[in-house]
């Protein structure tokens, strides 16, 4: 799918959701909010809450989800919220080189829906990472932040994603349950190789060189391996669990290291 005419607009998260459109048929998803900006925010609530007092709740939630013990309910809630909240950071680098700063006050949460454990959203006019050459740095759009290189927009992007982010979640689920931060790592760096390889269609490049680039920006390219699937192109195999397989109904990921 050619997204160029959207990427020559003035709209920031114009790659993201035409790459969004790409991977789910045009479809909205329940997990992100419909054009992935909330304009309205009335029953919206900071991320930031979830480090704080909202964890308890969300994890409480989890369990009731998914019948699991605590440990398993903090990693798959986990690994649920960082594949959503990563993917629009994701699909803006492999698209169009256009890093939305998804940092935890520049992102919303909604537990309105039933049939999700959480949907995620951006506020409007969240910065957005660009490189010089890009419309918004051209144009001089209020909303972009312009670095000089890839290498500088792969930094802002581990900044928004994960020390602005999601390292003070791992930290306070860390304090609610035993559970070691390399697994729940391991389901972020599963969860970014797979937006990647979803979305390939919908990207520029080589799929696997985007995935050794954006986890090595987060130092977590260890844990996961990229191998061949049965229709000629890349798959996901893990080198930690996210623990599904101890759920009264026993779930094994296709790419779970306990299948090795």
């Not at 790459?19 to 329940?30: K, Y």
């Not at 909202?54 to 605590?70: E, I």
């Not at 000629?232 to 109904?249: E, I, M, N, S, W």
């Amino acid at each position: 799918m050619s997204i160029t005419l959207e990427l020559t607009g003035s709209r920031p998260l114009a790659p993201v959701t035409a790459a969004l459109r790409s991977m789910f048929g045009g479809i909205d998803v329940p997990s992100l909010a419909p054009g992935l900006t909330v304009p309205h925010q009335a029953g919206w609530r900071p991320a930031a809450e979830l480090a704080g007092p909202a964890l308890s709740a969300f994890l409480a939630d989890a369990g009731r989800r998914w019948n699991a013990q605590p440990h398993a309910a903090a990693a798959l809630a986990w690994k649920a919220y960082t594949y959503w909240m990563a993917l629009p950071a994701v699909l803006g680098w492999t698209s169009a080189r256009r890093v939305p700063l998804i940092t935890a006050s520049n992102v919303l949460m909604s537990f309105d829906n039933p049939n999700v454990l959480i949907t995620l959203g951006i506020r409007p006019g969240t910065p957005v990472a660009v490189l010089p050459t890009d419309s918004l740095a051209l144009t001089n759009h209020p909303d972009a932040v312009v670095v000089p290189d890839e290498e500088t927009l792969l930094a802002e992007f581990r900044r928004a994603v994960l020390d602005e982010h999601l390292t003070p979640l791992l930290d306070a689920i860390h304090t609610h349950v035993r559970l070691g931060k390399r697994p729940l790592l391991g389901s972020l760096a599963s969860g970014i190789a797979y937006g990647v390889l979803r979305s390939a269609d919908a990207a520029a490049g080589s799929p696997a060189e985007s995935v050794d680039r954006l986890l090595g920006a987060l130092d977590i390219r260890d844990l996961i391996d990229l191998v061949p699937a049965a229709n000629g192109r890349l798959d996901v195999q893990r080198r930690t669990c996210c623990l599904a397989f101890t759920l009264p109904k026993p779930k094994l990921c296709p790419g779970c290291c306990i299948k090795r």
